[in-house]
Nanobody
Framework: QVQLVESGGGLVQAGGSLRLSCAAS????????VGWFRQAPGKEREFVAA????????KYVDSMKGRFSLSSDSAKNTVYLQMTSLKPEDTAVYYC???????????????WGQGTQVTVSS
């Protein structure tokens, strides 16, 4: 089993920044992908971005490019989602998820964290 714990959410004003963390523990995989998703009230969960274990490859939804960036600390088994220029429409519960392998993208995640709330005030 894999346990994922997100942290770093909170309340921020529009234009501000937050850095979310996703710490993984438990079963080890030689290669894996960590994805970030978000779900706003009344909306379906949507894919935000994903990064490879090494941090060398990443993928972002077009609307997030330039505002969100991913980094990885493989020694700590932790992935970070840096969010800048936040907008009220970024308000959501943000989840990280993990899947073995190499394929970036929104599908096939086996393990999920509990989520962390991000609220952006106008």
């Amino acid at each position: 089993q894999v346990q994922l714990v997100e942290s770093g959410g909170g309340l921020v004003q529009a234009g501000g920044s937050l850095r979310l963390s996703c710490a993984a523990s438990g079963r080890a995989f030689s290669n894996y992908v960590v994805g970030w998703f978000r779900q706003a009230p009344g909306k379906e969960r949507e894919f935000v971005a994903a990064i490879s274990r090494s941090g060398g490859r990443s993928k972002y939804v077009d609307s997030m490019k330039g505002r969100f960036s991913l980094s990885s600390d493989s020694a700590k088994n932790t992935v970070y989602l840096q969010m800048t220029s936040l907008k009220p429409e970024d308000t959501a519960v943000y989840y990280c998820a993990l899947k073995p392998g190499y394929v970036l993208g929104p599908a096939g995640y086996d393990y999920w964290g509990q989520g962390t709330q991000v609220t952006v005030s106008s």
